[in-house]
């Protein structure tokens, strides 16, 4: 099953509740006007508004930040060419990805590696395997990589750890036969 039209309408929901809210920032200022309200029921109905107002930034902002690290998952190893996730949210911030700081911020962040099952490993007359994982991805063996997975039993369940290495190759380790291997995602 196709997961894009999902997300795409998820992403839409979550970027429509964010347009229809005040920013955390505006919600506390609002709550911190109520405060200069003199009478007693007014500034507690006030408060209570400013309060819920808070919490569904608080929520819109949570969804729209799982959303991210779902689409961040989602698109492991298919090359970092894509636009910035986070776009610039004041004219200060705009071109501050360039920024060395920010882009270790960024690195930090970045998810370093992933484990999944193999459900399939094909290799092909060369030699050079291509491995589907159960999250869906599909990983090719580099041809420079002159490395080959040997099969025991084809019975036992196999799992893969795929890790960014230092020159940005990724690098995959099937567990159970000690072996790792040069790979690029494909799909």
């Not at 902002?61 to 986070?86: C, D, I, M, V, Y």
């Not at 911020?105 to 395997?129: H, P, Y």
């Not at 190759?169 to 995602?185: D, G």
Request: with cysteine; aromatic share 4%; proline share 2%.
């Amino acid at each position: 099953m196709n997961a894009a039209p999902f997300a795409i309408l998820a992403a839409l929901f979550v970027a429509s509740a964010a347009a229809a809210q005040p920013s955390e920032s505006e919600a506390v200022d609002d709550a911190i006007a109520c405060l200069a309200i003199e009478d007693a029921e007014e500034r507690l109905a006030c408060l209570e508004g400013a309060a819920k107002t808070l919490q569904v930034t608080r929520i819109v902002r949570e969804e729209q930040t799982a959303a991210a690290e779902e689409e961040e998952k989602a698109n492991f190893g298919l090359g970092e060419t894509r636009a910035p996730s986070k776009v610039a949210e004041a004219p200060e911030d705009f071109g501050d990805e360039a920024i060395s700081d920010v882009q270790r911020d960024k690195d930090g962040k970045r998810i370093k590696s992933l484990t999944a099952k193999v459900v399939e490993i094909k290799v092909n007359s060369l030699g050079t395997a291509t491995v589907s994982l159960d999250n869906g991805q599909v990983w090719r063996q580099l041809d420079s990589d002159d490395k080959k997975l040997h099969f025991g039993s084809r019975e036992r369940l196999l799992t893969a750890k795929v890790k960014r290495s230092v020159f940005g190759n990724y690098m995959m380790t099937v567990n159970e036969l000690h072996r790792t291997i040069r790979v690029r995602r494909i799909k």
